[in-house]
Structures are given as C-alpha cells and as structure tokens.
C-alpha cells in the first residue's frame, strides 16, 4: 500500500526511482509521481493509473538531469485516484515536494489553519497540508545545516495518524528528509549513495546494507554528512544496521508470467527454509530465536492468534494443531476486531501476530494492544526488520523470500508451518509430548517440502479445470475440520484475484443454509480429510459430496492418493500426497492457489495486481 522512494547520489535519480517504484508496484497502487531537484529548482510528474502512464508523460515532460529525487505510487485513501490526488504534492511557493504513506488523521483542522492564510490547495489529499506547512516552517526557521530536517520534526509532532513522509527542499540540493510514524520507511546505504524505501525491495537492486528506522523518528539524508537519525524532539538516536538477505534476483519473476505463479513453484523450498535448523538431530525442535524463557513458555495458559486475511487462516489453522499438540485453549481473531472487543489478556497470554509484510497496521494495532495489556506477543512474519517482529517480545521469521504477488501464496504456506513449530516447541517446553512423539510429527515435517513438490508436479489439470471455470459467477469451498480453513482460503484467493463471488464454508453448517444456493452445474470445490482422520469426519464430508451434487453442483475434490471413497461422486478429483491429519493443509492449499491463478489469467486479469487491493495494508 503506497510505495516510497527516496535517492540522493551520484547516479541519474529519475532512473534510479523509477527503478525503486517499479520494484514496489506490487505493494497496489492506482497513481504514481516523482519530483527531482536540479538547479535550484523542483520537477514533478504524477499520474493517475500504472506507472507506464507516468513514464509516458516523463518522455513529454524531459525533466531535467538530477541526482536527488523522491517517487510514490498510491494507493487512494483520501480523495480519488486522479492526477492530481497523485503524489509528490508541491507547496504553493513550489518550493516543496513531499510523498506519504498511511494518513493524517487531524488533517481537517490542518488543513483550515493553513487555507486561513490564503493558500489554496490543488488537491483533495490529506497529504498536500503537510507540503504547505514544511514549507511555511521552513521558511521561519534560521539557516542552519538541518534546517529541513527540524521543519521536517515540528511538523511531524503536529500530525496525527501514521505516516511516513519523504520531503525534499529547491533551497536544500543535497538533502532529502524523511519521518516516520506507524508507517515503513527503510534507508538504504550504498557507497556514496543513499536510498529510501517503503520496504527493501526498493533499493535492493543497488545495495544490501540498510538502516532500520523506529517509531517517531526523522531521518535526513545528506549527499557528504550520511544519514542523521532523530527522534521528534532532535535527540540522536542511532539506528540498528543490518543486512538484507534477499537478493535482487529473489524480487525477479525468474522466467514465470507471473510472480504468484513463481511464489506457487517456490513453495517447497519455502517450506524447507521455514523448518531450516529448526529440527534437531534427534527429533527435537530448536527455536533459539524465540527469546521468551522456557518458564514464561510454561506459564501461558491462553493462546490468541491474531491476524488479516490469509494470515488469518493460518491462524485458525494454528488452532487446531497449537491445542491438539499442548492442550492451551487457543482463539483465533482478525485484528481488525481483536482489541475492540476488550479480549481478556495478562502475563499469561500469549498472543501470537501472524503477518507475511510485518506492517499491516490492523495487526500491528492489535500487537500492542496486547502489549498494553502486559500479555507476552510472539511474531511469525517474513519480513525481516519490518515493525511487528521489531515491537514484539519474540519472533519466528517464516523466510519465505521475498513475496511479490498482492495474493500470498508461499507468505500463507510458511505462516502455517511456523505455526506448527510454535505448537510443537510448547509441548516440548511443556513436557505434554513425550520425545518420540515430537520426533516422529518432526519426521512429518520434515517430509513435506517434497510433498508440496509433488503436488505441483500434476498440477496440469488443475489448470485445464481453472480454464473450464473462467465464466462461473460463483464458486462454493467445503471443508471439516482443517478442511474448514482451507475452504476459505481457497475462496479468498479466487475472489481477490478471479472477481468471482466465492464463498467458504465448514461442510456441516452446509445443510444450515448455503446448500439454498447450489444450483445447477454451481462448481463446489470440496477439501476431503484423509480416511484415517479421526471421528468418521471423511465420512461425513463424503456425504457433503452426495448432497451437493444431489441438488446439481459440479463437484470439485480434493482428496489425499489412494481415497477412493470420493470417485462416484466426484466430476473431478485432484490428487494431493497422504499426509497426516494437522498438516494436510499444507498440501491441499496448493491445488487452489494454481486454480485461482489460473482462472484470474484466463479471465485476463493482472494475476500479481488485482484491483483495489494493496499488499501491505499500512491503514487501519
Ligand atoms: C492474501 O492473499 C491477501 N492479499 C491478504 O489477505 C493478506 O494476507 C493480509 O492483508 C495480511 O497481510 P500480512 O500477512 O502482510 O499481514
């Protein structure tokens, strides 16, 4: 959601953004801009739609050669997606420019304080006030070496909301200032070089050393002195160095159309790199980076799993294994309500946020509302430094890689296999699995990687079957038991990337209502456990079959090698490897990830930038 990106360097710094808003194009957007600085003057371009119209209108344009400069894409929140609601926004002396991300809450009343002094504004934006302001706060301020940077910090302390604001000044030619509050900002150092970026995959091209920038904090860029870190107030602050580790060629498509479907090949080396050295030698599990004490692991007698989205299915997925293996009552909620609902939370919570990015603001508001309530919060997140992991008491990265696609796909896959380590690793602490009883679910997990690759190794019919339902207008998801969760991610996907009205369901509430709206030839995608789950819960789910089909659906399903229970009643099955109950998500995801992927692309749609969805979602 809204991309940044800042540079200043010897390089061309129009190239140089242009480049840093392609690589954050996957993050949505519906306009983009950019302004550089050269010769005492700003030059902006901004348009509404793909970045191809705004390197359209830059060949008009010919802006002038310069080695500093600032880009956006947006993602509209406050005013429509329009050329001139696109960032950068100029103050009226057109001495500013300045691109945000997130929102300016108070902007109102800001925004009637300065049109009190006669400026008129152009744009419908809570952004364009802040130009205005700098640039007015700027201007009453004495000349000095961080004179924007201190205009930067006075304005920042007036805002509220999240932001993170990237301010360059006609009168500073070698400096660009940024801020930052519950929004991402990275900077990233090259040699002689220094880049801004919403995320790393901005300046990864360039360099791997980036600087981690907190909450509440300006950062000023200048071409000799380097970056200078301060809190709101100017206090130095020194921020934490660190290494990226993805590499330029991970963000690249690597020869697929698309990088979900680059995201969807990778998924058993994902899930291998997720289980790396976290399965020891003799069948236990090793999380030394879970920094919570063994005794505040014994402690917890609630677990909370918070999360957005596909997350969110990870999390209810986490439930069914995090109880089943260490008998903790687990509740999953989406973050969005979590701490609305005034949750019961103290020391002996654990609250686990799931989040691929790290920077859903939902999730991150949820986060410390559970650290406000002294519970302890786990992180299971892929990206590295981003504010979740940053803000709770421990974190389990799933590395993943780098996930380009807005719809998660090897992001969800991990998040759930971390979320079996973590279930694990507390009945290890806990001591309510015997050894041998780790050890062998261990050896379970050790096997699904290659699993995973086997399913994708037939995935050719999936995909002729995604082809045979590009026209449906609605397509049913049934599931028990894990197979629940596995519907609704199922659904999400085909809605986010298909359009076409999806729904999921738990198979036994079918007869309760959704079966009114089977129809004839409506496609029902079915998830069957394995005939070894326990409780006849296959029998059951067989049964779903029969019933749907009973009243005209064309029944797709999902069954484990070997079950041929479903064949009657089935138009089509797809394969997936057996698998042990808790982990079978993990194989019967994929069919669905490949079958939404491929309906979207036949449909002709942007598989990797569906409509209104950004992703990262960095408002609440
Ligand atoms: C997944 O396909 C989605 N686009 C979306 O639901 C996503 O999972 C959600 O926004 C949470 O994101 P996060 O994992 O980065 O927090």
């Known amino acids: 959601m809204c991309g940044i990106v800042g540079y200043v360097g010897p390089q061309d710094s129009l190239g140089v953004v242009l480049e840093g808003l392609r690589r954050l194009e996957y993050r949505g957007y519906d306009s983009a801009g950019v302004a550089v600085l050269a010769d005492g003057q700003l030059s902006t371009a901004k348009k509404a739609g793909k970045l191809a119209n705004l390197e359209k209108q830059l060949a008009e344009a010919d802006l002038p050669a310069a080695t500093i400069g600032i880009g956006h894409t947006r993602w509209a929140t406050h005013g429509g997606p329009t050329d001139r609601n696109a960032h950068p926004h100029v103050s009226a002396d057109g001495r500013v420019a300045v691109v945000h991300n997130g929102i300016i809450e108070n902007f109102v009343p800001l925004r009637a304080e ?37 205009a930067m910090r006075a304005v920042s302390r007036r805002l509220e909301g999240a932001f993170t604001l990237v301010a360059t000044h006609a009168d500073e030619p070698d400096t660009i200032v940024a801020s930052r509050r519950n929004s991402p900002l990275v900077v990233g150092v090259g040699d002689g070089e220094y880049f801004l970026g919403s995320d790393v995959a901005a300046f990864i091209g360039h360099t791997r050393n980036a600087l981690e920038l907190g909450q509440d904090q300006v950062v000023e860029i200048d071409r000799t002195r380097g970056a200078t870190v301060t ?103 989406v973050a969005s309500e979590f701490r609305y609902r005034d949750p019961v939370l103290d020391r002996s919570t654990l609250v686990v946020v799931i989040s691929q990015s790290g920077e859903t603001m939902d999730s991150l508001m949820a986060l410390r509302h559970a650290r406000d309530q002294k519970a302890r919060v786990l992180a299971i997140c892929n990206a590295n ?59 379970d997990l050790r096997a699904l990687p290659d699993a995973v690759a086997r399913v994708l190794e037939q995935m ?14 609605t397509i049913l998801f049934l599931g028990r038991h894990v197979g629940f969760p596995v519907a609704l991610e199922g659904a999400l996907k085909l809605k986010e990337l298909a359009y076409i009205h999806a729904e999921g369901f738990a198979a036994g509430e079918l007869k309760h209502g959704p079966i009114a709206v089977i129809d004839q030839g409506t496609p029902v995608v079915v998830i069957v456990p394995s005939p070894r789950t326990r409780e006849s819960v296959h029998g059951k789910v067989v049964s779903n079959i ?30 997936v490897p057996r698998t042990p109950t808790l982990l079978a998500p993990v194989v019967t995801t994929v069919p669905l990830q490949v079958l939404a992927c491929e309906i979207a692309d036949t449909r002709g749609l942007d598989v990797d930038q569906p409509r209104n969805l950004a992703k990262s979602v960095t408002v609440e």
């Open 114 to 150: 300065v049109e009190a002094t006669g400026v008129e504004f152009t744009s419908e934006t809570d952004t364009e006030v802040v130009a205005h302001l700098l640039t007015a706060t700027y201007r009453a301020l004495p000349a000095g070496p961080d004179r924007l940077a201190e």
């Open 231 to 333: 809190d709101f107030s100017g206090n130095r602050v020194e921020p934490t160095a660190y290494t990226v580790d993805w590499d330029a060629a991970a963000a690249e498509k690597g020869g697929y159309p698309w990088f979900m479907l680059k995201e969807i090949a990778e998924q058993p080396r994902a899930v291998a790199d997720t289980l790396l050295g976290r399965l020891g030698e003799s069948g236990e599990l090793v999380l030394d980076e879970v920094r919570l004490s063994d005794q505040e692991l014994r402690d917890i007698d609630k677990i909370f799993v918070v999360a957005c989205g596909t997350a969110f299915h990870a999390g209810l997925l986490a439930k069914y294994a995090i109880e089943h293996w260490t008998r903790i009552p687990v509740e999953v909620e």
């Open 385 to 443: 430094g981003s504010t979740i992991p940053r803000e709770s008491d421990a974190v389990l990265y799933t590395h993943a890689g780098p996930e380009v696609a807005v719809a998660s796909t090897k992001g969800f896959l991990t998040q759930v296999v971390a979320c079996y380590l973590v279930g694990l690793f507390l009945a290890q602490v806990r001591g309510v699995k015997y050894a041998d009883e780790i050890a062998a679910i261990v050896d």
């Open 460 to 473: 050719e019919p999936v995909r002729e079957l995604g082809r045979s339902l590009a026209d449906a207008n």
């Open 546 to 575: 029969q019933e749907v089909r009973a009243r005209g659906a064309r029944t797709i399903v999902i069954a484990e090698d070997g079950d041929d229970d479903v064949l009657p009643f089935a138009d089509h099955v797809i394969r």
